[in-house]
């Protein structure tokens, strides 16, 4: 089966300006589906934009299977920055006649789109599709370290659809925990509010040892976000994750949440995860966007995507040595010491945790994105909390 099978086209003029776009302008610098499909062959095109128009399980957000193209209507205004980029848009996935439909087209999609070394970039739809997301690297035989950045965890328990892989955009995270086989490595979250959290849910994340961060941590200093963003592999951003002052096209939206730069600068990092083969950003509804501002926000947190893809470092350790530093740090109770690595070139840091006698029969270290922080921890002689959580995970 075709890609093309899946997308309906583009009609260009329904977003291109009376005047026509500017030589810089990024609608005259992408490509667009329109009448034949695209050749997507390797190294042609780097990012892919798929819009999928189904929000049949977004729960309190209907409209937002029309975000895509209202999304269309500001990001190809803004110009190109100091790249030169080389995106496809391919159109919308149309919503099938189940949702389940849906979920296999946009799963067959997005391996198809991986396995070409192009990006996707799903705009949808409500937030469930990150499920159909996650299913498409079931058969690339890779173990999926998942971020979420959302103010709340989605792990509603009265899902009805037991033996399927229909879900809702409250419920998906229980699919994806439980989906066998399960290739799920590491879940983190970014941003949740407690309020909005049931305490059972943390427990659950507490004892998965699966990462989550509280909107808090990220207030003063968003750039804290950044080791927890550099090992995924995939990524889902919900919009209510933003507050209502800056992102109100949301059902779901609220007081609280990220500013608009600090979501920016949120995508910006996930463009400069070398690791990253697929983001999606769900739940824009336009029906209750106020003169296109949060239509304007997503464009831009895209645009910051695509940016920070082009500022990729390249730095993941150890290749070659010589561009790394190594630090050692003794514990306390003398059962041994931890290694660093500091990358030359990016001022970034990793932390190596040994893999348990047996696991493994190719590495002696699982290499883990940390902070200066951490270091300074085992310095003083504690353990870092990433450490034993990843640890754990590798038993």
Known sequence: ????????????????????????????????????FPELGENEYDIAIVGVEDDRAAVNN???????????????????????????????????????????????????????????????????????QYMAYESLEQKVDLVVVDRKFDLDEDDQNEGSIVTRSDSYLSKIFLHQPNY????????????????????????????????????????????????????????????????AANGNASPNGFYGEQACKIAHYAGMNDKLSSIGFYEFNPAFDNSSQTAMLLAQMVWYFIDGFYNRKKDFPLNPKSQYLIYRASLNDGSGEMLFVKSK?????????????????????????????????????????LWWRTYQKLL
């Open 62 to 132: 209907n409209g937002c299977a029309l975000g895509p193209d209202y999304f269309r209507e500001q990001f190809y205004l803004l110009n190109e920055g100091a790249f030169a980029s080389r995106i496809i848009d391919l159109g919308n996935i149309k919503a099938g006649a189940s949702i389940a439909d849906t979920y296999i087209a946009l799963k067959m999609v997005v391996t198809e789109l991986i396995k070409l070394n192009i990006v996707p970039v799903v705009i949808g739809g409500g937030q469930d599709l990150t499920y159909a």
């Open 345 to 385: 070139k990016s001022d970034r840091w990793w932390m190596q945790v040994p893999y348990p006698t047996g696991v493994s029969k190719n590495e002696r270290y699982h290499l883990v994105p940390c902070r200066y922080e951490d270091y300074t921890i085992a310095v003083g002689g504690e353990m870092p909390d």
């Open 1 to 36: 089966m075709s890609l093309s099978d899946f997308f309906s086209p583009l009609s260009p003029e329904k977003f291109t300006p009376k005047q026509g776009f500017y030589t810089s302008q990024l609608g005259l610098k992408a490509r667009f589906y329109t009448e034949n």
């Open 184 to 247: 799920l490595f590491n879940f983190s979250n970014i941003g949740y509010q407690t309020y909005f959290v049931n305490q059972d849910s943390l427990k659950v994340m507490n004892k998965l040892y699966f990462d989550v961060h509280r909107l808090g941590e990220f207030i003063t200093d968003i750039s804290s976000v950044e080791p927890i963003i550099r090992n995924a592999n995939m990524m889902s951003f919900d919009l209510s994750a933003i507050r209502s002052s800056d992102a």
